[in-house]
């Protein structure tokens, strides 16, 4: 699925959605971005027991910038993947030029309350529990005092080249955060939705939310001892039939990757930006500027 959009009168492939998805033409974009300013967020000092604000307002607050990563390996060649040393050069040009990490409580809080961030904010977000996320990403995070979301598919924990339970525990005690990315990476449009096929029992089911989420967030709650309040989109596909489900669930944000924002629920279609290999870090800083400096 493409996800073509448009950004300083550049035309690029913002990231992907799926496996089927196109390449990321990332060296083209990158030349044309122009970078524009509106980085930091503009918040109101007020307390987050205030009323919640409506979708229009939360549509209109500046976005924070969030990255999404998966594979973080010296031999990366696709857009779910980065290099070792393009992360850090990355996470370093984050730091030098004065960024902050946030997290998806504070993302949370500020979006309906209106609650201050700490100047030039961002989020980072890692999908799919890959084992790199916490043996190359966490100590480069921890120079710089940064803290990420870790978006978990419990079926691949303590698989090679999977997080395995003391990392993901070891990831929640150190602050960073465990959220949800369902148990096997099924997308919510098809299996979590609709009616289909078990393929297991070979029986017809309504849908795998109690299964995929209700359960295995109970896994990552007893791994870590904390609440699971987030979640993230496989492929980044959401879903307009899942969001209630989300939410009688108990679950505050879903983020998805580059399509545009539900203007009606903004907090279940948050919008992420993969980085892929081909980036610099100016590059990347660029893009990540001018991306979410757009109200869609
Ligand atoms: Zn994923």
Not at 6 to 22: D, E, H, P, Y
Not at 144 to 157: D, E, N
Not at 203 to 211: E, F, P, Q, S
Not at 229 to 244: E, L, N, Q, V
Request: one cysteine or more; hydrophobic letters at 35%.
């Amino acid at each position: 699925m493409k996800n073509i959009l448009f950004i300083a009168g550049a035309a690029f492939l913002f990231s992907c959605t799926n496996s089927n998805s196109t390449k990321t033409d990332a060296a083209n974009s990158e030349s044309k971005q122009t970078a524009s300013a509106k980085n930091s967020a503009k918040t109101e000092d007020t307390k987050p027991t205030g009323p919640a604000a409506d979708a229009a307002t939360i549509m209109a607050r500046p976005q924070v910038p969030i990255l999404c990563y998966h594979h973080i390996r010296p031999d990366a060649k696709s857009e779910y993947a980065v290099t070792v040393d393009g992360f850090k050069a990355q996470m370093k040009i984050l730091h030098d030029s004065g960024y902050h990490t946030v997290l998806p409580d504070q993302l949370y809080d500020y979006l309906v309350y209106g609650k201050q961030l700490p100047s030039k904010p961002f989020m980072l977000t890692y999908d799919d529990t890959d084992e790199e996320q916490f043996s190359v990403a966490k100590p480069e995070m921890d120079k710089y005092g940064f803290k990420g979301v870790y978006f978990i598919m419990t079926i691949s924990i303590g698989r090679p080249r999977y997080m395995n339970k003391e990392q993901i525990k070891q990831l929640a005690d150190e602050g960073h955060v465990v959220a949800s990315h369902t148990w096997r990476h099924d997308r919510v449009d098809r299996y979590l939705t609709t009616p289909h096929l078990d393929r297991d029992s070979k029986k017809m089911i309504a849908n795998d939310w109690d299964l995929q989420l209700v359960d295995k967030r109970k896994q990552l709650e007893d791994i870590t001892g904390k609440p699971i309040h987030y979640f993230a989109y496989p492929f980044g596909i959401w879903s307009k039939a899942g969001i209630p489900e989300l939410k009688s669930r108990g679950f505050k944000l879903a983020f998805q990757l580059s399509t545009k924002r539900d203007p009606e629920e903004p907090l279940y279609t948050v919008r992420r930006m993969i980085v892929p290999f081909q980036w610099s870090p100016e590059g990347m800083l660029r893009v990540m500027k001018s991306a979410f400096s757009r109200s869609e």
